[in-house]
């Protein structure tokens, strides 16, 4: 049975990993920011009113919703990708963080328009994340 072998490089997929907590962290406090810019409080997750206040409070809650619903199975392409590409799979987990960091502060910020640069930029990442686990899971298969 053959051995696998991980390089050191993959700690350049575990600092992303990192990262995408820290993008994580940046989304849960712009909307405790807009929680208190907005007088919406707890246990309520979506306000239910119809004013610009409430859209702009959805529209932060929303942008770290979307992160937190993606972050487990990048991280997981990452760290799966990064056994057989360490370094390009850094680069697009990297790529995907960028792109959150944009999407929270833009969604936030600008409502639903300004989340468009930061999706982008996360599909940048996370699309070749993808096609990188496929890869490395034939790689590592055929091995």
Request: glycine share 10%.
């Amino acid at each position: 049975m053959p051995t696998l072998e991980i390089s050191t490089s993959i700690g350049y997929a575990a600092a992303v990993v990192v990262g995408s907590q820290m993008a994580s962290w940046f989304g849960a406090v712009k909307v405790m920011q807009a929680r208190k810019q907005y007088g919406i409080s707890y246990p309520t997750l979506y306000s239910t009113g119809k004013s610009a206040e409430d859209t702009m409070f959805n529209c932060a809650q929303r942008a770290h919703q979307n992160t937190l619903e993606s972050l487990p199975i990048v991280n997981f392409m990452t760290l799966t990708s990064a056994l057989v590409y360490p370094r390009a799979a850094a680069l697009f987990g990297f790529t995907w963080v960028l792109g959150r960091f944009l999407y929270i502060q833009g969604y936030s910020a600008n409502g639903p328009d300004g989340r468009k640069l930061g999706g982008l930029i996360s599909h940048l990442g996370d699309l070749p994340l993808f096609i990188t686990t496929c890869m490395a899971a034939y790689t590592l298969i055929m091995s």
